[in-house]
C-alpha cells in the first residue's frame, strides 16, 4: 500500500502571500487531518475532512481553509501568511471505523515565511 | 482546559531500558497514542491505549491509568536508532479523529 505523500516538501514565502499545500492519502483511507508543529512543538490540529467535508477544527483563522477531493487527497490552502506560519505542515490519513483510528502521517511540507 | 506534560529531554545507554512519562488533563478522552518521530522525518505510530494497564509490542510497551491521567512508553534493548522525538497524544473525546499532542521527550542514546 502506498504511504501518505505531501508536496511540496519545502517552500519559501513571503508576507502577505498564499500558499497550497497537497496531500495525497493512504490507499484506502477516508478521513485526512492537517496538522502545524512548530520547531521543538508536537503537531496541532489544524482540521479533519471526511467525505469532503471539514467536520473538526481546531484553534486555527479562517484564513486556514482546506479541501478534500473524491479521491481523498487534499490541499491545504493558507492566506495572508505571516511570519509565525512558519512550521512544519503534516497531512495525516486514517480509516474512519478503524477500533484504533491511529494517524498515519506524510513527510510533511516544511514552509518558511520571510 | 487541555494540557500534556512530558519531559523534554532524556539521555539513556544502549542496551538500556528507558521509560518515558506523560500527564494529561483534557476536557475529554477516547484513546492515548504514542508516536516516534527523528528528525526531520513524519511521526510514526507506535501504540495505542484506550483501556487502563500494559501493552507490549516488541521491545515497546505502553501503559495507561485514566484514573492518574498518567501514561507511559517503556522502551527496552535499546538501539542507536531509538534517538528520536517521542510523542504523547490524547484523542479528543469528539467524533472526529483530533489528537492532541505532547510537546515531545528527545532521547539520545549514547553507546
Known amino acids: 500500500e502506498t504511504g501518505v505523500t505531501q508536496s511540496p516538501t519545502h517552500l519559501i514565502k513571503t508576507r502577505g502571500q498564499q500558499v497550497t499545500l497537497r496531500c495525497s492519502s493512504q490507499?484506502?483511507?477516508?478521513?485526512v487531518s492537517w496538522y502545524q508543529q512548530a520547531l521543538g512543538q508536537g503537531p496541532q490540529f489544524i482540521f479533519q475532512?471526511?467525505?469532503?467535508?471539514?467536520?473538526g477544527r481546531g484553534n486555527f483563522p479562517p484564513r486556514f481553509s482546506g479541501l478534500q477531493f473524491p479521491n481523498y487527497s487534499s490541499e491545504l490552502n493558507v492566506n495572508a501568511l505571516e511570519l509565525d506560519d512558519s512550521a512544519l505542515y503534516l497531512c495525516?490519513?486514517?480509516?474512519?471505523?478503524?477500533?484504533?483510528?491511529?494517524?498515519?502521517f506524510g513527510e510533511g511540507s516544511r514552509l518558511t515565511v520571510l | 482546559g487541555q494540557n500534556i506534560d512530558q519531559p523534554t529531554e532524556m539521555t539513556a545507554t544502549e542496551g538500556a531500558i528507558v521509560q518515558i512519562n506523560c500527564t494529561y488533563q483534557?476536557?475529554?478522552?477516547?484513546?492515548l497514542f504514542w508516536y516516534q518521530q527523528h528528525a526531520g522525518e513524519a511521526p510514526t505510530f507506535l501504540s495505542y491505549n484506550v483501556l487502563d494497564g500494559l501493552e507490549e509490542k516488541g521491545r515497546f510497551s505502553s501503559f495507561l491509568s485514566r484514573s492518574k491521567g498518567y501514561s507511559y512508553l517503556l522502551l527496552k534493548e535499546l538501539q542507536m536508532k531509538d534517538s528520536a522525538s517521542y510523542l504523547c497524544?490524547?484523542?479528543?473525546?469528539?467524533?472526529?479523529?483530533?489528537?492532541?499532542f505532547g510537546a515531545g521527550t528527545r532521547l539520545a542514546v549514547h553507546p
Open positions: 483534557t476536557s475529554g478522552f477516547n484513546g
Open positions: 490507499s484506502g483511507h477516508n478521513t
Open positions: 475532512y471526511y467525505r469532503e467535508e471539514e467536520n
Open positions: 497524544a490524547v484523542r479528543d473525546l469528539r467524533g472526529y479523529n483530533k489528537l492532541i
Open positions: 495525516a490519513s486514517s480509516l474512519q471505523g478503524r477500533e484504533t483510528g491511529e494517524l498515519f
